[in-house]
T-cell receptor, first 114, second 112 residues
């Protein structure tokens, strides 16, 4: 069974803080993704990575950066948190190629920025 | 870019059949996926279609018409546990096929 874990279920941070969200997968997947989910907007891709140290921007990368130093771990960084980054953050992983259709998601981190 | 449209809410009765539609606009197209998400839970993969036609997996089926830029998810013999949000997602040429773009989701409410 694929397992994707995220470091926190709930997080409260102050405006201007640097925030780290961690994601770990245990199935040796090449692809990893970070999404944010807001009501009515579905899942929007922030960044993805198809290999260690490789990253590609998604649809909404502004205000975020990522790090992938090991295959199993993909981190999302909010350099200076703002209130409009209050959201549910979901990490996912998948195999490459057509494996991208079948992504495995973590439980999510609900981030509140005050 | 891509855009996907699906109804925001659908209500159906236990035991019935419901169809959730998804129309998409993209400059290139590889395939369409469907995901289910229960409240408070993570999205889970249901199916994908790369070719026209119907794919059946138990009570769930997914259909694709590439010429109409349209697909649907069909849920049969509805059960209360099917109450959830359902998302369609496209894999498109214009993002190098390396990502899925998700629709806004359809909230399905199954009533007794």
């Amino acid at each position: 069974d694929v397992k994707v874990t995220q470091s926190s279920r709930y997080l409260v941070k102050r405006t201007g803080e640097k925030v780290f969200l961690e994601c770990v997968q245990d199935m040796d997947h090449e692809n990893m993704f970070w999404y944010r989910q807001d009501p009515g907007l579905g899942l929007r891709l922030i960044y993805f990575s198809y290999d260690v140290k490789m990253k590609e921007k998604g649809d909404i990368p502004e205000g975020y950066s990522v790090s992938r130093e090991k295959k199993e771990r993909f981190s999302l960084i909010l350099e200076s948190a703002s209130t409009n980054q209050t959201s549910m953050y979901l990490c996912a992983s998948s195999l490459p190629g057509t494996g991208i259709y079948e992504q495995y998601f973590g439980p999510g981190t609900r981030l509140t920025v005050t | 870019g891509q855009s996907l449209e699906q109804p925001s809410e659908v209500t159906a009765v236990e035991g019935a059949i419901v169809q959730i539609n998804c129309t998409y606009q993209t400059s290139g197209f590889y395939g369409l996926s469907w995901y289910q998400q229960h409240d408070g839970g993570a999205p889970t993969f249901l199916s994908y279609n790369a070719l026209d036609g119907l794919e059946e997996t138990g009570r769930f089926s997914s259909f694709l018409s590439r010429s109409d830029s349209y697909g649907y998810l069909l849920l049969q013999e509805l059960q209360m546990k099917d109450s959830a949000s359902y998302f369609c997602a496209v894999r498109a040429v214009n993002n190098a096929g390396n990502m899925l773009t998700f629709g806004g989701g359809t909230r399905l409410m199954v009533k007794p």
